[in-house]
């Protein structure tokens, strides 16, 4: 399949799993005939998050990196031309797991650093768990966990995953170390194998698939790629697709919202654009080699699957198009990612472009819906079902969307969007008096102005006054000692041997 777009063949034949206790079946069935999909039962799900993978580096998007099998699932499913993750890795992971916003698990305003001791609540339900119930009985996750690594308790193992092969957090792509430690495991062991990161992704969810396709229970796969994520490495042979390449340019906002300023050099910009396209193409390609063994396995007509970035590419080096700022900013390029869906017995097909916006809290609720389950059993969530918008039945969706970060310790950035109505502020913590009005606060008109050029704040006083309300309830839902910035901790620290998590 390396390559080579492939086409999808015969449906599936699978039926709800015999296993399912009673107090499932009515629920499930009402789920089912809701969706339209009672014939076809509860869908297979492949949930695909590339890492920093920009808006624009994919040729969906009119890129110069050739992605063709990602563009498949758009091209066959539907476009989400309107889809948001949170502003960094860890965060965005949260909100997919448990359907709400990872502020209330004090997970919101970083990504989780190597040398913190920090993880997602336990106390969160989440995702495989409810599919467990479900009647998912194989729930897989190859990649990048990045939810918590000290302590057993955060392990994917202990959080509803039956099979585990993968990393922490961004590790060398060939040595698979961080830190001068191999950060490579399989369930709670370390292992050793060779080979580019990527690759052994895919060649895992292939044998995955191969393994689970057959069952007469549907099975969850989880494939956190660490792709196109720094350090940034690619194949050698793959390199020469695109010498051509010329850097990107550093996008307005980055050093107003961050309050850090950008110091790579143009020659610095294009070598790494280089790489990073080279290792978008082995994304591509890994992803091919996915999709190609649903067909092959006759299990892709009942498949849901779903691909998003998990935020926004990296400064001068992730392409987001014309969209303001990029990854760590709560401008669109940060949080507006490329994503698709695609599930042909669910009716999500088409090539159709879905401009609702739609949120990765969202994940949760909409797979319950399409497996079955109409109570996960946990904390209130902030996701809605979003499976009416992705087969065309719904074209709106009311309610307002937040994002939140903070790259430094002393500058916050949140952003609410209400409707048309977006909000940027970025200064102090904005639960402490005064912060607010010390804060630089920016108001765009988005179906006027998506790129966010015109700064409207000064002409509508009023709606500035009640979105930052809102920005301050937002983030007032953050507990007591959350996790801190990403740099705070580092120095002194040692890796423990193979990154291993500790024990009970």
């Known amino acids: ?37 009672e014939a076809a039962g509860p869908p297979n799900i492949v949930l695909i998050l590339p890492d920093d993978l920009g808006r624009y580096d994919v040729s969906l998007h009119g890129t110069d990196i050739a992605t063709p099998h990602i563009d498949s699932i ?22 997919i797991m448990t359907g709400r916003y990872p502020i209330h698990a004090g997970l919101m305003r970083a990504a989780i650093a190597p040398w913190r001791d920090y993880g997602l609540d336990p106390g969160e339900v989440m995702l495989p768990e409810v599919l467990e119930r479900a009647g998912y009985k194989h729930r897989g996750i190859f990649g990048k966990w990045h939810l918590g690594h000290f302590q057993r308790q955060w392990h994917p193992l202990r959080r509803g995953f039956t099979e585990f092969v993968g990393h922490n ?5 060939f040595t ?7 950060d490579w495991s399989l369930g709670y062991e370390p292992l050793v194998e060779e080979g580019y990161a990527t690759d052994l992704v895919a060649d895992r969810a292939v044998r995955f698939i191969a393994e689970h396709a057959g069952d007469d229970a549907p099975f969850f796969l989880y494939l956190p790629f660490g792709a196109p994520h720094s350090p940034t490495q ?63 396995h006759g299990v892709a007509e009942n498949t849901l699957v779903l691909f998003f970035s998990d935020n926004g590419g990296s400064v001068g080096i992730g392409d987001n198009g014309p969209w ?58 902030d996701g809605v079902d979003v499976l009416d918008v992705l087969t065309g039945k719904q074209d709106a969706l009311e309610r307002d969307l937040y994002s ?12 609410v969007t209400e409707g048309d109505w977006k909000l940027v502020i970025f200064g102090p913590d904005l639960r402490e008096p005064g ?55 580092v120095d002194g620290f040692e890796p423990p041997p193979n990154w291993q998590f500790g024990s009970d």
């Not at 993750?85 to 909100?95: D, H, K, L, N």
């Open 1 to 37: 399949m390396a390559g080579q777009v492939r086409h999808r063949t015969g449906p599936r034949g699978g039926c709800m799993h015999r296993a399912l206790v009673a107090a499932l079946v009515v629920p499930v069935m009402w789920a089912w005939a809701a969706a339209g999909n």
């Open 169 to 173: 957090f961004a590790v060398d792509f």
């Open 176 to 182: 698979h170390e961080r830190l001068g430690e191999r």
């Open 74 to 95: 758009a091209r066959d499913g539907v476009l989400l031309s309107r889809f948001y993750t949170a502003p960094v890795c860890s965060p965005t992971r949260a909100g």
């Open 435 to 489: 912060a607010a009005e010390a804060s630089t606060r920016q108001l765009f008109r988005l179906d006027e102005d998506p790129l966010e050029h015109r700064d409207l704040a000064s002409d509508h006083p009023d709606i500035v006054k009640r979105l930052t309300e809102k920005a301050i309830a937002f983030r007032s839902l953050e507990p007591p000692r959350p996790m801190p910035s990403f740099s705070v901790g």
């Open 404 to 415: 939140y970060v903070a790259v430094t310790e002393d500058r916050d950035q949140v952003a």
């Open 234 to 296: 690619a194949k050698e042979e793959d390199l020469p697709l695109y010498d051509h390449l010329s850097a990107i340019d550093v996008p307005p906002g980055w050093a107003d919202a961050t309050g850090i300023d950008f110091g790579m050099s143009l020659d610095d910009r294009t070598r790494l654009r280089r790489i990073h396209a080279s290792m978008v193409h082995a994304l591509d390609i890994g992803i091919g080699r996915v999709l190609g063994a649903l067909d092959e």
């Open 324 to 381: 303001r700022g990029c990854k760590a900013t709560v401008y669109e390029g940060g949080i507006r990612v490329a994503a698709a869906a695609h599930w042909p017995a669910g009716d999500i097909t088409g090539g159709r472009d879905v401009s609702v916006p739609l949120a990765y809290v969202d994940v949760l609720p909409t797979l319950m819906r399409a497996a079955g389950i109409s109570d996960h059993g946990g904390k209130p969530l």
